[in-house]
């Protein structure tokens, strides 16, 4: 095993970029003054970007850290926003060595004992503390003890920890928990982690861009679709016709609970007998005779489920917004709650999470989720997200989606990055991408020069 290199005789030290991505991490150690000696990543037109991004480095950056691992050289410093696979139970009689086989954070161990880097900085999404109840960042932990780092992470509020990080906590307009976790051979502070700041560094209207700076394929790739435009100005009508005295709720609004009178407190649809859910629903004659499965199909997908009972949340939401949309009838637009059911599920809820904001969608950053339409202040964007391009924020008074450009400058990247060449593909690596400027702060903090 080799020792670990010096840090007395320079205060410029050698890192490595695991799982490089859009190379967050390069750039903000090398903002520090650091050099990087080695990157690792899987994605082939992401090599190829690193080498164009980082021409210094273009030598060093190699592919799936599985087959380079024992090219990595010494250093000082090694950063990874690792996936985390869940570990193998199976191997709990075996050591630890043998519970993180098979997963990408066993290639981290396996070239930290083989290097000893003074220092790790390892991101992952902000759930990864409760992954696996518990289970993956208690062995991430472990394995990195045994081989005698201090560790430190980012662990929820509620159990002590500093909490997560996130780049609005750091005057960035941007709301992207995460977790990280930070190693060291050197004595760590008890909380080595950056300091929540309400100085902003940028404000959300300085990323924006101007019309007169957008290409023609910029204002293309970012147009809304007609489907939304429609969702969007549906929601506005009935924001429109509800009477200031009357608060918009702190819950999502489910309009498919609009009228609906299927039981949710002691009994669900599926408990129901055949006859009771058709009285429920209103229906008789030939529907007597149809299979039950063809009469769940006309209620919303939450209340569909094969249980006995809802959980306590569901039933709490169905019983909010039921008393809620029973207040507001008297304002529905006309033929509102009739155009409101062509819309697909995602579209029928909206999530106001602007409390006291003018009551317009068109004011405020909004998102398209699973869960709803989301709006949210026109001061913080919401995270990008890697696993799908239908949630890139869309910015209500440019009516549009963001830029690459908007995009890099939420992330804390310089405009004159490259991105992969499809839009898509250029938000999924900007959502996996590690914040520029939080990446910076960590380093900071933790060595001490916060």
């Known amino acids: 095993m080799d020792s670990p290199p010096s840090l007395a005789a320079a205060e410029q030290m050698r890192f490595v970029d695991l799982f490089a991505g859009l190379g967050g991490f390069h750039l903000a150690l090398r903002g520090l003054g650091h050099e990087c000696v080695f990157a690792s990543e899987s994605d082939e037109e992401l090599q190829n970007l690193y080498r164009k991004n980082f021409p210094e480095a273009a030598r060093v ?21 690792f996936p985390c696979q869940p570990f193998s139970k199976s191997g709990s009689q075996s050591g630890l060595r043998d519970k993180t086989r098979g997963t990408l954070f066993h290639e981290i161990v396996h070239i930290i004992r083989r290097r000893q880097p003074r220092h790790v900085i390892l991101e992952n999404v902000g759930n990864f503390e409760r992954h696996d109840d518990g289970r993956t960042w208690a062995i991430v932990r472990q394995s990195l003890e045994k081989l005698g780092y201090n560790v430190r992470g980012t662990e929820h509020v ?172 008297p304002y529905f637009p006309p033929h509102w709650v009739r155009e409101l059911r062509t819309f697909p599920a995602s579209h029928r809820k909206l999530e106001w999470n602007c409390q006291g904001e003018e009551r317009d969608l068109w004011r405020q950053v909004l998102q398209f989720r699973p869960s709803g339409l989301r709006a949210k202040r026109y001061t913080t964007c919401p995270a990008l997200v890697a696993m799908t391009t239908s949630q890139v924020p869309i910015l209500g008074p440019k009516r549009r989606h963001l830029t690459r450009t908007e995009g890099l400058r939420l992330q804390g990247f310089p405009d004159r990055h490259r991105l992969p060449a499809s839009w898509e593909a250029a938000f999924r690596a900007l959502g996996n991408a590690v914040h520029v400027g939080v990446a910076r702060a960590i380093v900071r903090s933790m060595l001490g020069k916060a």
């Open 158 to 329: 509620t159990s002590g920890g500093h909490g997560l990080v996130s780049p609005h906590h750091l005057g960035y307009p941007q709301s992207r928990e995460r977790f990280f976790a930070v190693a060291s051979l050197d004595r760590l502070s008890a909380d080595p982690f950056p300091r929540a700041s309400s100085r902003p560094v940028t404000r959300l209207v300085d990323i924006i861009q101007a019309v007169s700076e957008l290409s023609s394929s910029s204002r293309e790739e970012t147009a809304l679709t007609e489907a939304r435009m429609r969702c969007i100005d549906h929601w506005n009508k009935l924001l429109n016709a509800i009477p200031e005295s009357i608060p918009l709720p702190w819950f999502p609004i489910w309009g498919d609970e609009i009228y609906a009178r299927y039981p949710f407190d002691d009994l669900t649809p599926h408990s129901c007998t055949m006859r009771q859910l058709l009285r429920y629903l209103g229906r008789n004659g030939d529907w007597v005779d149809r299979p039950k499965k063809a009469v769940l199909a006309l209620l919303p997908s939450y209340a569909r489920a094969r249980e006995a009972k809802f959980p306590a949340w569901k039933v709490d939401f169905i019983r909010l917004n039921r008393r809620w949309l029973r207040g507001i009838q």
């Open 61 to 81: 950056i190699h592919g799936d850290i599985r087959e380079c691992r024992d090219q990595v050289p010494k250093h000082d410093i090694l950063c990874a926003g």
